[in-house]
């Protein structure tokens, strides 16, 4: 195959084209919120009963029960976990919570362990309360004790740092509050709203688990979709409320999420904003817009108050402080400065709904066009399907599909009409084998080197149409091996340890390499086994070479480019067998490879069988 490169660029990337679909779906809390405690507050649960204490176990035959306590800790969460030390007890008596499927004890890291707690009813019990981290067998790693005093009847914020003595391999670990029971017989006290932070990516106050940031801050990522994707708002009564996520995390309720487990919303609105901010990415931010997943639509004439809650929190992202006072809630957070943000989208998947997204899209965007004349925003509808008014510049297609559709579908936009429209391909994913039931059995459980190369070779086709096609992202993002409701995922981590799959570096290897301009080339053959797209970037003055051979046999290829080049350059190399993954027990059985490669106007290159490649080198 000779690939003939041209010299002048057809367009330019555009600035968002790699970046993070993100929902709360096996990856937020528990995943990239670093908060380690499970159940920290008891949020939407019912009192009085086991299901209430999951995550929580008794030690040595405490008391503790999830009550609706008459004096809670705030509005926002009515329930506390009221403890009874039994008469006549002895030894070290309390509580632990086993964290999100295991607690990671690093001896490097200094823990933020913090409690309210009250007694109900006065008492002249003056002890102390031990705050471990420990072994599911009782090896203390680390231990602070605060005084428990009985005439504390209101609420009464307590906080130790933990500093672990050593770092155990085992993430199966508890942390514990425990008093002397002998001292503590027949005391009853109240606790709420705990929490337990290790060290958080860029020392973020309430932020992120630093491996898994990291993760995603390495694939480079321009923008980050939030807050969903279905979790967005499954029904009218849970669905996702930006005022409710954000300020002090006792006002926060939380909230049943669309995945089949509470949301914290401890990652609220703003969480997401700083996530945005110092991964250097740009939010692009959906607003509820009166559909949801269980097929109600709100009326056309109940939509203002959702309208105004969406102008708000746009306003809480972008406002001026001086004029708007979600704006100035914003600033009274410590965020004077507005958020970068150019896109919003209206709803999520809205084909579901399209007859109803007709009106619904038109008051919505109509109204927050009208509110914010600076911001593009979104429709989730098929492309013209139904048409809408005023007419969407931006449409976000979603596909989960076989690695043979995506290899057949390279060139999927290059059809699409250059008529003002640009295109989000906002969740894509190779999931299954099965072409018969892409959603059902069959389903991948963590991408393959065959899913993998389908996804490359479709997005050589995003760049080749990166006129139009303005973003794109891999989805699902993150799955918790121990707890997750969709696979493939692009990251999986458990409670210590993050496994980029092989799907993950394809887009790590597209965003790091994206260029600043397409260079067009000789058209791949469509439905064929290679597939490139050659882009320049104008300011290292590299050329990079994307090639992907989803066939089983390597492939001779011949390039000519339009400039001399340097000699030396760089092949990086993603192959293995087209079932290959990255998995818990196979955490880095494949990874990209770099090696030197000598590289002339016109150079040889053979693809390997079932491979991506970039090949850069610079201009010169
Ligand atoms: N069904 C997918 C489409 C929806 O937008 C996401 O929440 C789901 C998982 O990525």
């Not at 690939?3 to 084209?17: D, F, K, Q, W, Y």
């Not at 680390?142 to 009464?156: D, F, H, K, M, R």
């Not at 990652?267 to 509820?288: F, K, N, R, T």
Request: proline share 7%; glycine share 8%; with cysteine.
């Amino acid at each position: 195959t000779v690939v003939t490169v041209n010299g002048s660029a057809s367009h330019i990337t555009p600035r968002l084209l790699y970046g993070q679909m993100f929902e709360d779906i096996n990856s937020g809390d528990g995943g990239i919120y670093a908060e380690m405690l499970q159940n920290r507050a008891f949020q939407q649960v019912t009192p009085n009963t086991t299901a209430a204490l999951y995550a929580w176990n008794t030690i040595n035959g405490a008391g503790i029960n999830v009550i609706a306590d008459p004096s809670p800790v705030s509005s926002a969460l009515p329930n506390s976990l009221q403890l009874t030390i039994p008469e006549g007890a002895s030894g070290s008596i309390g509580f632990g919570n086993e964290g999100y499927y295991g607690i990671q004890i690093n001896s490097g890291w200094t823990y933020n362990a913090s409690f309210y707690y009250k007694f109900p009813v006065t008492s002249s019990f003056e002890g102390a309360a031990t705050i471990a981290l420990q072994s599911a067998e009782g090896q203390v790693y680390a231990s602070a004790s605060v005084s428990l005093i009985g005439s504390q009847t209101t609420w009464n914020k307590v906080a130790v740092h933990l500093k672990p003595t050593l770092s155990p391999m085992s993430t199966a670990n508890n942390f514990t509050v425990t008093l002397n029971a002998a001292e503590a017989a027949g005391e009853t006290i109240d606790f709420a709203m705990f929490s337990l932070f290790p060290p958080t990516f860029k020392g973020r106050a309430n932020g992120l688990r630093i491996d898994i940031a990291t993760t995603l801050y390495e694939m480079k990522p321009s923008f980050f979709r939030l807050p969903g994707g279905n979790n967005l708002g499954g029904t009218w009564a849970t669905r996702w409320q930006w005022n409710a996520t954000v300020g002090p995390l006792v006002d926060r309720p939380g909230r049943m999420g669309d995945w089949g487990y509470i949301n914290t919303d401890g990652l609220g609105l703003l969480e997401y904003m700083y996530l945005c901010e110092d991964m250097e990415m740009e939010p692009i931010m959906a607003v509820w817009a009166g559909y949801s997943l269980d097929g109600e639509s709100l009326p056309d004439d109940a939509l203002d108050p959702y309208i105004q809650q969406a102008t708000d929190q746009i306003n809480f992202v972008i406002g001026d402080p001086t004029v708007n006072e979600y704006a100035a809630l914003r600033a009274s957070l410590g965020h004077p400065e507005p958020f970068p943000l150019t896109y919003v989208e209206i709803g999520n998947e809205d084909f579901f709904a399209s007859d109803s997204y007709i009106y619904r899209w038109k008051y919505f965007a109509g109204n927050l066009t009208a509110a914010f004349p600076q911001l593009r925003f979104i429709a989730t509808t098929y492309p013209f399907d139904p048409i809408l008014d005023p007419v969407p510049l931006q449409y976000d297609n979603h596909v989960y599909q076989t690695p043979g559709w995506f290899i057949e579908n390279a060139f999927y936009y290059d059809s699409f009409e250059r008529n003002g429209t640009y295109y989000f391909q906002g969740e894509y994913a190779a999931i299954s084998l099965n072409v018969s039931d892409v959603f059902g059995d069959g389903r991948l459980m963590y991408p393959t080197i065959e899913s993998s190369i389908g996804e490359a070779a479709y997005m050589t086709g995003l760049e080749r149409n990166s006129d139009i096609v303005f973003a794109a992202s891999y989805a699902p993002l993150l799955m918790n091996v121990a707890n997750y409701q969709w696979t493939p995922n692009l990251i999986a981590f458990d409670a210590s340890e993050v496994y980029p799959s092989t799907s993950y570096y394809v887009q790590q290897l597209f965003s790091v390499n994206r260029g600043t301009e397409y260079l067009p080339s000789t058209v791949p053959t469509y439905n064929g086994t290679l597939y490139w797209s050659v882009t320049h970037d104008s300011s290292a003055s590299t050329v990079l070479i994307k090639v992907v051979n989803v066939d089983s046999t390597s492939a001779p290829m011949t390039f000519n480019l339009p400039f001399e080049v340097a000699s030396a350059g760089f092949a990086t190399v993603l192959t293995g067998p087209p079932t290959a993954s990255n998995s818990p027990t196979t955490p880095n059985a494949i990874v990209p490879i770099t090696s030197p490669m000598t590289f002339s106007k016109s150079f040889n290159f053979t693809a390997p069988a079932y491979s991506v490649t970039v090949l850069t080198t610079q201009f010169v």
